[in-house]
């Protein structure tokens, strides 16, 4: 009887003081977000003014470019380069500038130079416009104002 | 006179998607203890058919004399597929870093309006004293 009260004893106090045999492993979940940005564009088109002397995507028959950027795990930002004109016809001289709002609060007035915008949310739309003048008026062709949109972290 | 002055049909009217890539992350660096590092970037086609991709170390980037590797540097894409870019800084030096932008764009076969693109900013570092 003694023993079996000295085992039962010695099984109970290993039972409070050994607690080794309990395991106790965290359970996480994991996740590394990476920031990146995909770019859909929908292109424009130039219409001339009466006088032919005003390419530009807001006179009547013209339309505005689109851009949407969507960047995942971070704010980007996006830069439009210095517009460009190409055409078949002589455009020596003639400097073409582009103008972009986002309701996201891009509000770029028109300009010929490189502009950058910080987009604030995952989701920027963007209109795009541009135009190009020549006093003397534009001749017979195909113009193209060209820029481009680069997203970067 | 006036014959002369008109315009032909101006530019490109598109109603649909007409330019897009995808590319990430826009940052990552890298430490080795060997003479390269690599990096993996995620290129990605949004469009609904397939089209041809090029991967390039970005004009703004000071020259590397060949230091950089891209493979590959022009990728067919399914329609709305992602793959992997291997990007490659060869030639470091102990202690030496190389920041390097590399970008992504479709290739276009026309003049567009906005060509887009996506840049990434990778860094890569060498273990060691500078010598």
């Known amino acids: 009887m003694l023993k079996y009260l000295l085992a039962s004893a010695v099984s109970v106090a290993g039972a409070l003081t050994f607690p080794a045999s309990i395991q106790a492993e965290p359970i996480n979940f994991r996740a590394t977000l990476l920031v990146s940005c995909i770019i859909v564009v ?26 949407t950027v969507t960047a995942l795990g971070g704010a980007p930002r996006l830069t439009f380069t210095a517009p460009t ?32 915008y910080n987009q604030s949310g995952l989701l920027g739309t963007y209109t795009v416009n541009a135009q190009a003048s020549k006093p003397t008026g534009f001749n017979v062709g195909t113009y193209t104002i060209g820029t481009v949109l680069t997203c970067s972290g | 006179m006036f014959g002369l002055r008109v ?17 990430g992350p826009l940052e990552k660096s890298g430490v080795t203890a060997t003479e390269a590092k690599g990096f993996y970037l995620t290129l990605t086609n949004p469009y609904k058919q397939p089209f041809r991709f090029r991967t390039f170390v970005d004009e703004e980037t000071p020259a590397l004399e060949g230091r950089v590797r891209i493979f590959p540097e022009v990728a067919l894409m399914a329609p709305e597929s992602n793959r992997k870019v291997l990007v490659v800084v060869r030639d470091l030096v102990p202690g030496e870093q190389v920041d390097v932008r590399v970008c992504a764009e479709r290739i276009e ?9 996506v840049c990434s900013k990778l860094s890569a570092r060498r273990v060691g004293t500078v010598r």
């Open chain 2, 7 to 23: 315009i032909a049909p101006l530019l490109l009217v598109t109603s649909t998607a007409a330019l897009a890539v995808g590319l």
């Open chain 2, 109 to 117: 076969k026309k003049e567009v309006v906005v060509h887009a693109r």
């Open chain 1, 85 to 116: 004109i190409t055409s078949s016809a002589d455009v020596t001289g003639v400097t073409p500038q582009i103008r972009y709002v986002s309701p996201g609060g891009a509000n770029q007035p028109y300009t010929s130079s490189q502009t950058t």
């Open chain 1, 42 to 67: 929908t292109d424009g088109a130039l219409a001339p003014n009466g006088d032919y002397t005003l390419l530009s995507s807001e006179n009547t028959g013209g339309l505005p470019a689109t851009a």
